[in-house]
């Protein structure tokens, strides 16, 4: 799709807030945003001035994807639309497709279709960006040097709890490896800006962490590069995944990350590692109808498990729990 589309347009000659631009109909945009967005009525403002403030060069379209909210956020989202008609496109989702891969890729199908731009830049609904330069700098250096895929920046990191997460403070400028990224998690996400045709993502299995799949199969293409500049905040709060990691959701992870394993078989030390750390949360629930078959699991993983006390306390818990059942 991407092979046959045009990018066709004079730049300004210096950046202009994107609100105050005009381009013609017929000028594609070279970047758009996507929002994902679901219950961040206390965020999207944020997020989304955040993007309002961006002064580029080039045309820029703002996506918006709300994911059947059930607070004020798609009513938030449609003020925006309405005041901004020909810069702001909304999907807003009847139904909330999180939890079945299935309906998301049916019922998200609309949306997709509308990212169009020669590149992405990803902002999630309660994330927000702080650098009004900041998607000039991205895509004047994406323009110029070919051999990378994608590049990011710093994060500032806000939580609700007021602890010290500043968990990209190890961040430098320079190029980084898909294998040092993947070690530390090193790409805030809200800080990316990649190559959209090269976005292929397909798996086989539900992903949770769909950007690291993402940031992953897009280094096996090119290069990432770290900006020196921090030019967004990345909020850890309640409603986030890792602090609403439950059994079933663990499960998933554990699943997703075998998947990783066979998928980037150069990183299945990587995969490994951490798949094992989610089978330590899965087995630590008691009340889990199928723990027998994780702690399994577990001694598959760590040979060293076989024939100990471990591993007749997980026969035990087997019988038990399939007697239950009959």
């Not at 000659?13 to 070279?30: F, H, R, S």
């Not at 996507?34 to 379209?61: S, W």
């Not at 590069?225 to 609403?244: A, E, I, P, Q």
């Not at 750390?277 to 001694?299: A, G, N, P, Q, V």
Request: contains cysteine; glycine residues 4%.
């Amino acid at each position: 799709m991407f092979d046959d589309i045009k990018y066709n347009y004079t730049p300004l000659p210096e950046p202009t807030p994107i609100t105050e631009q005009d381009w013609p109909d017929d000028v594609l945009p070279i970047v758009h945003t996507r929002t994902m967005t679901y219950n961040h009525e206390n965020y999207i403002r944020d997020c989304i001035e955040g993007i309002l403030m961006q002064k580029t060069t080039f045309p820029v379209q703002v996506l918006i994807h709300d994911d059947a909210s059930t607070d004020r956020t798609a009513e938030i989202v449609r003020e925006y639309e309405v005041k901004f008609p020909r810069l702001i496109k909304a999907y807003y989702q009847e139904e909330n497709t999180y939890s079945d891969k299935e309906k998301k890729k049916k019922l998200r199908e609309p949306f997709r279709k509308w990212r169009i731009g020669k590149y992405e830049a990803i902002c999630e609904g309660d994330d927000y960006w702080i650098d009004p330069y900041k998607l000039e700098k991205q895509v004047d250096f994406l323009e110029e040097n070919d051999e990378y895929v994608l590049s990011f920046h710093k994060a500032e990191v806000i939580s609700e709890t007021n602890k010290e997460v500043q968990i990209y403070d190890h961040l430098v400028e320079g190029e980084y490896t898909a294998r040092a990224i993947y070690e530390k998690w090193s790409i805030p996400t809200c800080s990316v800006v990649y190559r959209q045709k090269l976005d292929k993502m397909v798996s086989p299995v539900p992903i949770v962490f769909g950007d690291l799949f993402r940031f992953l199969s897009l280094l096996e293409k090119g290069k990432g590069y770290c900006h020196g500049f921090t030019g967004s905040v990345y909020r850890r709060h309640s409603m986030g995944v890792t602090n609403n990691l439950t059994t079933a959701l663990s499960k998933k992870i554990y699943f997703q990350y075998k998947y990783f394993e066979k998928r980037f078989p150069q990183y299945k030390d990587i995969s490994r590692a951490t798949a094992i750390r989610y089978l330590d949360k899965i087995t630590s629930d008691k009340t889990d109808d199928e723990l027998w078959k994780f702690r399994f699991y577990k001694i598959w993983h760590v040979k060293k498990l076989f024939f100990r006390p471990y591993f007749i306390k997980t026969l035990f818990i087997m019988c038990k729990q399939l007697i239950s059942r009959n």
